[in-house]
């Protein structure tokens, strides 16, 4: 193998495992983005707002959670 080449190996398998990881990490953003909700507890039922001011009520249940 020439001395010229002789780190082109190492910065070819970087750039691919780079270009690897911040895809990884835009796909795990864009997923939390997508289910991202809006949950109201109103009188002891969870509500989702699907649209603005659109509420359904959800499967969840409410809970309160305290800190100590």
């Known amino acids: 193998m020439d001395k010229k080449y002789e780190g082109t190996g190492y910065i070819i398998v970087g750039f691919i495992l780079g270009a690897l990881l911040t895809w990884a990490i835009m796909q795990s953003i864009d997923i939390r983005k ?3 909700t809006n949950l109201k ?8 707002e699907v649209r603005t001011n659109m509420f359904v009520k959800s499967h969840l249940e409410c809970f309160e959670q305290r800190s100590f």
Do not use: R, S, V
Request: net charge neutral; charged share 35%; with cysteine.
């Open 41 to 48: 507890c109103i009188q002891g039922e969870l509500y989702e």
């Open 34 to 36: 997508k289910h991202k």
